[in-house]
């Protein structure tokens, strides 16, 4: 459950990424593209490598929590509160 919440987290924020800097990247091409050597503005490889790598750390993230949860008694943490 939390993983899943997570996840879903981290999709809508590289969806709303990647669709606002592939905008921002055709308004500031000219003073951006000076910046970046050997690599273009909408550079497939660029963009999927960057998400793949912000998901798996999004996902460890939420892992040790979620893990850390789940190995509690839940009588246990229901007598707590």
Known sequence: MVLREVLLLVGIGVTLGIAGSLLTARLAAAAVSGLLFGVKITDAAVIV?????????????????ARRASRVDPMVSLRYE
């Open 49 to 65: 490598f960057a998400t793949v790598v912000l998901m798996a750390v999004a996902t460890l993230a939420g892992f040790l929590p």
